[in-house]
C-alpha cells in the first residue's frame, strides 16, 4: 500500500435516530467519538484521520483535544455521503470510513481491509467491508445487526437487517456474519456513490452499502475478529462499558 495515499474518515452525526447524541456519551473518560478517533489514529496505518460532521459541538469535541475535523457543508442522507464531500477535496487513493460509533477501533482489522486493495487482484477491488461471525441467536434475530451473505469469492451477495440465510434447511450449521459498518473505497468508488439516487433495497433496508450492489459494484468482504460493540442504543452503550473493563 506504499504507492497509496490512505485517509481514515469517520462521519459523525450528531441526531442520530435511535440514539441522538450516541456520540458525545461518555465511555469511561472519553466520549465515543473521541475513542473512535483516537483509536483510528493510533493504528498507524493512515496519511491522514479526520471526522466529518454536521455538529458544531462534535467539530468542537475533536478539535478542541487536538483532532483534525471538518464541518459537512450540506446535509446527507448517510455517511459515505458525508464523506464524499470532504474526499473530493483530498489528495488522496483510498478512503477508509471507520463509523463514529465503533470506540474499539483496532490496527489488525483495519490492516487486513486494506490488504484486500494489494496486488494485481486488488486493483479491480473499488469497494470493500467488513464481517464478523455472529453466533448467538439473539442477536442474528436482531434487526439492529445488519447480517451479509458473500459469495465463494467473498463479495457480498445481500445485506439485511432480516435473518438471511433463511435457515430452511435444519440439517445444516449455517455460517452468519454480522457486516460491520468500516468501508474502504477508492475515491472514485466513492464520489460516484453519491451521484446516484438512493436505491430501493436501499431505501426499504436503511442500510447504505446495497446501494452499491444494486448499481452492480461488487463489495469484497474480509473476515475479521471481534471489534467491539457498535453502539446503536443505549443498551449498547451499557455493553461497551462492561466490554472495556474486561479488555
Same mark, same amino acid.
Given at each position: &500500500?506504499?504507492?497509496?495515499r490512505?485517509?481514515?474518515?469517520? %462521519? ?5 435516530? +435511535?440514539?441522538?447524541?450516541?456520540? !458525545?456519551?461518555? /465511555?469511561?473518560? *472519553?466520549?465515543?467519538? +473521541? ?5 483510528? /489514529? ?8 479526520v ?14 483535544? =487536538? =483532532?483534525?475535523?471538518? &464541518? ?9 455521503d458525508r464523506?464524499?464531500?470532504? #474526499?473530493?477535496? /483530498? ?15 483496532k ?7 486494506l ?14 467491508? &467488513?464481517?464478523? %461471525?455472529?453466533?448467538?441467536q ?9 447480517? @451479509?451473505? @458473500?459469495?465463494?469469492?467473498?463479495? #457480498?451477495?445481500?445485506?439485511s +437487517? ?12 449455517? %455460517? ?7 468501508? #474502504?473505497?477508492?475515491k ?22 446495497? +446501494? ?6 461488487? !463489495? ?11 453502539i446503536?442504543? %443505549?443498551?449498547?452503550?451499557? *455493553?461497551? #462499558? ?6
Open positions: &500500500m506504499q504507492d497509496n490512505i485517509v481514515a474518515m469517520i %462521519p459523525a452525526r450528531y441526531a442520530a435516530t +435511535r440514539f441522538p447524541g450516541k456520540l !458525545m456519551q461518555m /465511555l469511561g473518560d *472519553k466520549t465515543i467519538i +473521541r475513542h473512535t478517533y483516537d483509536n483510528t /489514529l493510533a493504528t498507524g496505518l493512515f496519511d491522514q484521520v471526522v466529518v460532521t454536521d455538529s458544531d459541538i462534535i467539530f468542537e469535541e475533536i478539535t478542541s483535544h =487536538g =483532532g483534525n475535523a471538518i &464541518m459537512s457543508k450540506k446535509l446527507h442522507e448517510s455517511g459515505s464523506i464524499a464531500e470532504a #474526499a473530493a477535496h /483530498l489528495d488522496v487513493d483510498i478512503v477508509l470510513n471507520v463509523q463514529g460509533d465503533t470506540p474499539f477501533v490496527r489488525e482489522p483495519l490492516q487486513k481491509l490488504q484486500v486493495f494489494e496486488g494485481e487482484e486488488g486493483a479491480k477491488v473499488q469497494v470493500a467491508s &467488513m464481517m464478523q %461471525p455472529l453466533t448467538e439473539v442477536y442474528i434475530d436482531d434487526p439492529n445487526y445488519v447480517k @451479509v451473505a @458473500v459469495d465463494i469469492n467473498m463479495n #457480498a451477495i445481500f445485506f +437487517r432480516s435473518v438471511i440465510p433463511y435457515p430452511r434447511n435444519k440439517d445444516l450449521v449455517i %455460517p452468519y456474519y454480522e457486516h460491520i459498518g468500516v468501508y #474502504a473505497f477508492r472514485q468508488a466513492l464520489l460516484n456513490f453519491t451521484n446516484w439516487p438512493m436505491t430501493p433495497l436501499e431505501s426499504a433496508e436503511k442500510v447504505e452499502c446495497l +446501494r452499491y450492489l444494486e448499481y452492480g459494484v461488487p !463489495m469484497k468482504m474480509v473476515i475479521v475478529d471481534y471489534m467491539g460493540v457498535e446503536d442504543t %443505549p443498551g449498547d452503550l451499557d *455493553k461497551a #462499558a462492561s466490554f472495556m473493563n474486561e479488555e
